[in-house]
């Protein structure tokens, strides 16, 4: 993991489109970051779900997960559209895999205890550019919508 981050940052120094290599976990990040700051408010609880869930999903210690949301968070900051981000996620993971990643945008979204409607507009956006179609897409909220309801 600290391999592919090193690798991320030394060709973000490089500057170089061709080489520019970016890993699983930063840009499912970004994608979690730009839900939690779509309202414009940090909420601790976001924040922490954030880590929660990338801790969980990909298996990284708390170090790790510092250095992934740094990255995210600077690339997020720099990003114009999500497209980059899903069409990695698109390449690397099965439909399964990116209804789950769905379903920590509804987490993080759910959080703080309130959806916003940006916060809805932003998952629906990325839901699609991972290709799920909008039962999917609703099954996800749905889903965690009852867990946030029932815990």
Do not use: P
Not at 64 to 79: C, I, K, P, Q
């Amino acid at each position: 993991m600290l391999t592919r981050i090193r690798i991320f940052i030394r060709n973000l120094q490089q500057d170089s489109v061709v080489n520019n290599t970016l890993s699983l976990e930063i840009a499912t990040a970004v994608l979690l970051f730009e839900v939690m700051r779509a309202d414009h408010k940090y909420e601790e609880e976001e924040k922490a779900k954030l880590i929660e869930l990338l801790q969980h999903h990909f298996q990284l210690d708390k170090s790790e997960v510092n250095d992934v949301l740094a990255l995210a968070e600077d690339e997020s900051h720099h990003a114009n559209d999500f497209y980059r981000y899903t069409t990695l996620i698109n390449e690397q993971y099965e439909l399964s895999d990116r209804i789950k990643i769905v379903e920590l945008l509804w987490k993080v979204a759910y959080s703080d205890g309130h959806l916003d409607v940006i916060e809805e507009h932003i998952i629906r956006r990325i839901a699609d550019l991972l290709h799920l179609r909008h039962g999917e897409f609703i099954q996800c909220k749905l889903k965690v919508q009852n867990q946030h309801s029932e815990g």
